[in-house]
């Protein structure tokens, strides 16, 4: 080969690399200064499966409930209300805001990604099936004999729409009903649709026989509006919104004059929503331990029956076949209301909600439940994780802040309520408390051999854990003049991410020297913005703040030095794996990832979306768990790929 051919060769390999270098759509590059990012040849991040997520809307029929978890559909058997079993879940673009449920279909109102139609007639096995994108935010949805009843809402008004899906290939928009500008609730039975408004004149009655013309038939006018309404046979159970005490019973047989037959009061309690199931009204408040059971069996005289409480205060609730399903904070509890004098609460189906932090071992993922202690998932196939077992006590279930966790061995350390629990898990199935370390605040916890490092405000804590039962403080020094939130140790320096607002939103990385654990001595600090977390990876410290991921040199740790700011959007969370930086999206959701082959020039790979900004993530073995308060667990499989190959001149040949 001639040296005219090396050189055609190598401005052919130089026009390669400056195409695979163009940064891809919607990546920010790192900083003027660095290399353009590259789009990564097989580079690529796929949500690969999760579990978990907020929950508030539950629909039962038979022996199955669907309810919403963050972003997904999920189907429990409920045959044995004493042990509720998950069946099957399926993913969905966005948070779920409303479910219907009809003839081995559901229909689900998803937030902007509009409507989304589920084949459930297989339990274990739903197919996303249809779709029908609302030209807004879809709020509520009703169903019946394959037509969808939505209610949209654009630029701060609702509409109300009908759309047939019996194509579920192709939904379509049949008609729709635009006097109503603000429609709080829906009901449809029959020939006929139930618009509860705030201020539109209560209740609008539609005719829907003919979707493509939905005809108005009368109102019933409640100056203040309704807040929700339930629909039993003629009758209408509404929550009057200006006297949220009152329950109003209106007879609309004839929907053209819609009459008042009775009312129920509770002077004593404001209600939020109701449910009624055949002569019997459920009214509940949100956020509060109560249900209020309203015999009206007599429309004109309704009357108190009885005081249900529950144990923890109720997000939502459903009834069906003579049992009560009660969202609370982490579970769905199942009341048994066969004798309305006596609820029993029959059994619990674990929801895992807002879970805050995440670190695997193994097949398995521990995670810190806020609210609810320790949850652990079977994550052998990411694609469909299952909770495994948890871990509660008194205060795990009172604990309202954010949990942290950390796992070494076969022990779990996990801090709830001011306390630091010490959980064996060496059967991770029956996870055990062995010993507990009290009043201790906690923002970060670590463990190296039989030393653990518990960050508390000022203050990092060392303890000795060699006999679990009976830890033994060893130290407890303030570090800082600014709360410390994230901890790392490397050999015998302990690195810390400092941040206060209190304190003019200072903060920065600050190391000290805990080879003397009864003794620590600081070593170097640096300033910067409050920061929040924290990798170490040799000699180089990974601080995110708001300016992004601050690359720090400390291989002197009397002077850390600065070295370079990699700047992905609305940086979170970080994990750092071999050459790979992953960070989350700590607003949007989704995850980042860049290359590391430079540590100090990061350069972007790819970006992947997900629901649900992430409040902790563990890169393990192509996997990525992501921990949110909003989606519950959400797994990433990663594809690293390759990068383009340095630019370089070919040896000559001999």
């Known amino acids: 080969m001639t040296l005219h051919h090396y050189k055609a060769l190598l401005l052919v390999l130089i026009a390669l690399v400056a195409s695979a270098a163009q940064p891809p759509a919607r990546t920010r590059a790192s900083s003027p200064s660095e290399p353009p990012a590259t789009s990564g040849i097989a580079a690529r991040i796929r949500l690969a499966g999760g579990i978990g997520g907020r929950s508030s809307k539950t629909v039962v029929q038979g022996a199955l409930a669907y309810i919403d978890e963050g972003p997904k559909l999920s189907i429990l058997d409920v045959s044995n209300p004493a042990q509720p079993v998950r ?85 379509v928009l049949r008609g729709s009903y635009d006097a109503a500008k603000s429609i709080n609730d829906l009901h449809v039975g029959g020939s006929l649709a139930y618009l509860a408004t705030s201020v539109e004149q209560g209740i609008h009655l539609l005719d829907v026989s003919n979707p493509a013309q939905p005809t108005f038939r009368g109102t019933y006018v409640i100056p203040g509006g ?26 609309a047989s004839d929907p053209g004059a819609p009459v008042l037959r009775g009312s129920f009061s509770a002077p004593d309690m404001i209600f939020d929503d109701l449910r009624v199931e055949g002569t019997t009204a459920y009214l509940f408040r949100y956020f509060w331990p109560e249900v209020r059971i309203v015999d009206v069996s007599d429309p004109a ?51 895992s909600q807002q879970i805050d932090t995440v670190q695997v071992v193994g097949n398995l993922a521990y995670t810190t439940v806020q609210g609810s202690g320790l949850h652990i998932f079977d994550t052998s196939d990411p694609a469909r994780p299952r909770l495994h077992a948890v871990y509660r006590d008194e205060d795990t279930l009172a604990g309202e802040v954010p949990g942290k966790l950390y796992v070494q061995g076969n022990l779990a350390y996990l801090g709830a309520n001011y306390t630091l629990k010490i959980i064996d898990v060496s059967d991770p199935a029956h996870p055990t408390l062995r010993g507990q370390i009290y009043n201790i605040g906690i923002g970060s916890i670590k463990a190296v051999d039989n030393r653990l490092y518990v960050l508390s405000g000022y203050s990092l804590n060392i303890f000795d854990v060699a006999d679990p039962d009976h830890p033994a403080r060893l130290s407890s020094v303030e570090v800082s003049g600014s709360i410390a939130h994230e901890l790392q140790i490397v050999g015998n320096l302990a690195y810390l991410a400092l941040g206060d607002c209190s304190r003019g939103c200072s903060g920065g990385l600050k190391i000290v020297d805990v080879s003397d654990p009864a003794n620590p001595v600081p070593r170097g ?30 291989s002197n740790p009397d002077q850390p030095t600065l070295r370079n700011i990699y700047k992905p959007p609305f940086a979170g969370p970080i994990d750092i794996v ?34 649900g900004g992430a409040s902790e993530i563990d890169a393990v073995d192509g996997l990525v768990y992501a921990a949110s308060t909003s989606a519950g667990l959400n797994i990433f499989r990663v594809s690293a790929g390759r990068l383009p190959p340095d630019i370089f001149i070919p040896k000559q040949p001999r």
């Open 525 to 554: 600090s640096l300033s910067l913005p409050v920061s929040t977390r924290l990798r170490v990876v040799g000699t180089l410290a990974y601080v995110v703040n708001i300016d992004g991921v601050n690359i720090i040199d400390v």
């Open 226 to 251: 309704v807040w929700r309404l339930s629909v039993v046979g003629n009758l209408i159970y509404t929550i009057e919104r200006g006297n949220a005490d009152r329950l109003l019973i209106i007879d």
């Open 87 to 171: 069946r099957s879940s399926v993913r969905l673009p966005n948070f779920v805001n409303d479910i219907a449920v009809a003839d081995g279909l559901a229909y689900v109102a998803v937030s902007d990604s509009g409507l989304q139609i589920v084949d459930v007639r297989n339990p274990d096995q739903p197919v996303l099936r249809g779709r029908y994108q609302a030209p807004g935010y879809t709020m509520q949805v009703a169903a019946q004999a394959g037509i969808a009843y939505l209610v949209i809402s654009v630029d701060g008004s609702t509409t109300f729409q009908i759309v047939d899906a019996r194509n579920l290939d192709q939904p």
């Open 301 to 351: 005289t309704p009357a108190l029956h009885n005081t249900y409480t529950s144990p923890e205060p109720i997000f939502n609730l459903e009834v069906g076949a003579g049992r009560a399903y009660l969202t609370l904070k982490n579970d769905l509890a199942i009341v048994d209301l066969a004798d309305a004098a006596n609820p029993v609460e029959r059994g619990r189906a674990i929801l």
């Open 578 to 611: 071999g050459k790979q930086l992953y960070v989350a999206d700590s607003y949007r959701g989704g995850l980042h990832m860049a290359d590391l082959t430079n540590p100090t020039r990061p350069r972007p790979r790819v970006t992947s979306t997900a629901p």
